[in-house]
């Protein structure tokens, strides 16, 4: 049977991003001694998204970590160039990263963890209970984090997308553990975001309702990618 797409909300009106441009040249990663990338050229521009698609192993995750700065390359540049832009060599302030772990301090409610982040990462967009409603977690806003389910969880760690405006969205297997009425949904706020100009690559094993977005396929390397563990968020953001 087929999943109804959830009704968008109602939300606030957001002004259009700045127009910034992601840019990635010769980019070279190693790990352990084995090269994972080799060379990879891309561009984002404003309002396109791509998609990173292969079997596990290739290096979609090392590619994200690279693009945000939590993994060193070993040659080639990453570039954000646009309006408003200082330094050129500061990627991370315009992107948000979504990775394997929600990022969640469970003894906070759901509402004070996003009021957290929104506070912390500064550059606030949706009110946070607009950002939860967007989510369907309206309902469980003064729930302590530690009771949510592990899609609940994702969905506040969407939920902080929301919450904080950064024109590049920087995501990780992000439908990852949503069920599909959840996963209808978050095409729709990456389908709003795309909208308002931002951009978006998403390394994903499923087909996401993005019309218009480009895919870039990686080829296998010998290095697996689950062999590196996952830096906490918490610690490494920016």
Known sequence: MTTPAPTPPDF?????????????????????GRRVLDG?????????ALLLTGPNGVGKSTLIRTLFGLVRPEAGRVLIEGEGVEDPDEV?????????????????SVAENLAFWQAFLGRPGLSVAAALAAVDLDDLAD?????????QRRRLAIARLLAVRRPIWLLDEPTAALDRASEARLA????????????LLAATHLTLDLPGARALALSHQPAPDADWAEP???SVVS
């Open 12 to 32: 606030e009106p957001l002004a259009p991003y700045p127009p910034v441009r992601l840019a990635v040249a010769d980019l070279v990663v190693e790990r352990g």
């Open 188 to 199: 729709g706020l990456m389908r709003r975001h795309l909208a308002l100009g931002g951009s």
């Open 40 to 48: 990879v050229s891309l561009t984002l521009a404003p309002g396109e």
């Open 232 to 234: 906490d968020a918490e």
């Open 92 to 108: 991370a302030p315009a992107c948000h990263y979504l990775g394997h772990r929600d990022s969640l301090k469970t003894a906070l």
């Open 143 to 151: 729930l302590p984090a530690a009771y949510l389910s592990a899609g």
